[in-house]
């Protein structure tokens, strides 16, 4: 994945900065250009330690060492400029006048460290990243009513007085939130909706009165406990919401890993221990609510992304790759071919081979409703949920780049198609 790998890079180049000189204090004070390595005094103070420049090759060359990958000169060079771009690198060129070829030298900013001090404090960037698709797809859906478990049926009072026992609870813990009879074409039945206030625990007792054939006369209760365990996560959603098929190459014990860094990092809560497992769920309800907000953003770029390669061009390898992180190869294969099979239909633009013909009207909708309407939203996000960003600040822009990447917000920014 496109942006595991970048990721990786990065956190490499801060490690690269951050740790590799921290005990070479004898040979910062030489002031020496030395193997790729750079002292610049004036700038660079970091208490009684001065901060090391990097050459290009040098720095490529500890990044690779530390990852023990190789790492083309496209893709690190693209991610240095990056950083470079972001602040969280300065370029510098050698400004000894001795020199007639004068090298560049990288210094990592204030800015950068304070981020790289951030990261330190979380765990590998592609095992989070797994932790946070799970918390972005349930934080979004945990209140849908279509959610299913597995036995949330209870047959007779035995099972009721069972269920009572495993959760430690009587009837007298619940209250009544509504009492009423249900008509539904030629069945009545009469359903009685409890809940218990600590736990937000839900208990319906329902009593077939007619038309239920076999079930007349019988009296059934139906359970939904606050939260999820991972084994319902794994096995008992069927949403087709992106990221959902991550389930599909995870094991069980994987899920219970990803959450309990979510717990350690506080991002979730335990709501409650049932029949052995564990049951989670978000720290707050704004964190909830701002997730949901995030999908809001991705159903936007992807409408706009569609536009785009059924009415102009096909997608690029960066897009085809961001649409299988959402959605895996084989969803997004299908999607992007019937993309494709809309923009075959289209007219070629004689002025260019990628491009087709394009009305003035679907130009204008990409890029007023398209491009406008994701500057909107990142915006309505950024100022609404800013308190939960300040709080959350890593987990959300993890997920902030994954449902609205760099090459779109390019995109956006430079009003091109």
Request: proline share 2%.
């Amino acid at each position: 994945m496109t942006l595991i790998y970048d990721q990786k890079i990065l956190t490499a180049i801060d490690t690269a900065f951050n740790s590799v000189f921290i005990s070479n204090e004898h040979n910062q004070r030489k002031h020496l250009l030395n193997d790729g390595y750079y002292k610049i005094v004036e700038t660079s103070q970091r208490g009684s330690f001065c901060a090391w420049c990097l050459t290009y090759s040098r720095l490529r060359g500890i990044v690779t060492g530390i990852l023990g990958i190789k790492i083309s000169h496209r893709d690190f060079r693209r991610l240095v400029d990056k950083m470079v771009k972001n602040r969280d690198l300065q370029r510098r060129e050698d400004t000894n006048p001795k020199r007639n070829l004068k090298p560049v030298y990288y210094l990592q900013t204030d800015q950068g460290r304070r981020s790289s001090r951030l990261k330190i404090q979380h765990l590998a960037i592609d095992e989070r990243e797994k932790a946070y698709q799970l918390l972005f797809l349930y934080g979004a859906i945990r209140q849908a009513s279509f959610l299913s478990y597995e036995r949330d049926l209870l047959e007779n009072e035995q099972e009721l007085q069972q269920f009572l026992a495993d959760i430690h609870l009587s009837r007298d813990d619940f209250k009544v939130e509504s009492d009423g009879i249900y008509l539904d074409k030629k069945r009545k039945s009469h359903i009685i909706e409890m809940i218990e206030p600590i736990h937000q625990i839900k208990l319906d007792r329902i009593e077939y009165l007619e038309g239920y054939r076999k079930l007349e006369g019988q009296c059934h209760y139906r359970y939904r406990l606050p939260g999820i365990s991972a084994r319902e996560f794994l096995h008992k959603m069927g949403l087709s919401l992106a990221l959902e098929y991550i389930k599909e190459s995870i094991s069980l014990a994987d899920v219970e890993e990803y959450l309990n860094l979510l717990l350690k990092e506080n991002l979730i809560r335990t709501v409650m221990i049932f029949r052995g497992e564990l049951r989670i769920d978000v720290i707050d309800e704004s964190v909830r609510i701002a997730l949901r907000s995030c999908w809001s953003i991705l159903r936007h770029a992807i409408r706009t992304m569609k536009l785009i390669w059924t009415n102009a061009r096909s997608p690029t390898i960066q897009e085809r790759e961001w649409v299988e992180m959402l959605w895996g190869k084989q969803v997004a294969t299908i999607f992007l071919n019937e993309c494709y099979e809309t923009l075959r239909n289209q007219e070629k633009d004689k002025n260019t081979k990628i491009y087709r013909k394009m009305s003035e009207e679907v130009a204008c909708t990409i890029k007023e409703w398209g491009y406008g309407g994701l500057v909107k939203i990142y915006m309505k996000i950024n100022t609404q949920y800013a308190s939960v960003i300040e709080q959350y600040p890593i987990p959300l822009e993890i997920l902030m780049r994954m449902i609205y990447p760099e090459f779109l917000r390019n995109l956006v920014a430079e009003k091109v198609i």
